[in-house]
């Protein structure tokens, strides 16, 4: 009983993940000697960027929506979002499919959870002013809820319309308090 109590306050105070940090924190001589148990955060990140999967057009080719990753995206504000990731050294990827009980979607972003070597999905709502988008956003949110998808645990979702853009600061707010915390 007195075993099991120190356990558990000792996994209290170093969190998840912690023979992870301890082994991410050895030199590379001494991780040469050891055998991982889990993969390294490192080696989570390195797999997660290797990753390939179809990428779908952008309509608009025409529109000059780059990221800093390089990508093209949809819209200012996802270029927005996918820089702000990319400067938190967060890893993400743009339109990954994904398919749910009942359709597949391409989310916004992708992220990858360091803590449970999953992924999160972040959607970006951005034309909440126009009837048919609102229906095709509530359809969406609904299929990753069936799916069994939470949000602010397994999906992010930011909104806008032409009155109320999306900014830089509830982005980096969004990012600082729901992902940053995981890469620091």
């Known amino acids: 009983e007195k075993e099991l109590q120190a356990l558990s306050l000792f996994q209290k105070s170093t969190g998840q993940n912690c023979?992870?940090?301890?082994y991410d924190s050895l030199s590379s001589g001494?991780?040469?000697?050891?055998?991982a148990v889990y993969p390294s955060d490192e080696d989570c990140?390195?797999?997660?960027?290797?990753?390939?999967?179809p990428v779908?057009?952008?309509e608009n080719a025409s529109a000059e929506n780059i990221t800093k990753k390089g990508e093209q995206v949809r819209s200012k504000s996802e270029v927005l979002i996918a820089n702000a990731l990319y400067d938190a050294k967060i890893p993400y990827h743009y339109e990954m499919p994904l398919d749910l009980n009942d359709r597949r979607v391409w989310p916004d972003f992708a992220i990858l959870d360091l803590r449970s070597r999953k992924a999160i999905y972040w959607e970006h709502f951005g034309m909440m002013d126009q009837e048919k988008y609102r229906e095709d956003a509530a359809g969406k949110v609904l299929s990753y809820q069936r799916s069994g998808d939470l949000f602010?645990?397994?999906?992010?979702?930011?909104f806008e319309s032409a009155s109320r853009p999306l900014g830089t600061r509830d982005i980096d707010r969004m990012i600082s308090n729901l992902l940053a915390p995981f890469y620091t």
Do not use: C, F, S
């Open 30 to 35: 001494r991780k040469a000697l050891i055998k």
């Open 19 to 22: 023979v992870n940090r301890i």
């Open 56 to 58: 779908r057009p952008v």
């Open 45 to 53: 990140i390195q797999a997660w960027e290797r990753m390939i999967y």
């Open 152 to 158: 602010g645990q397994d999906l992010i979702a930011t």
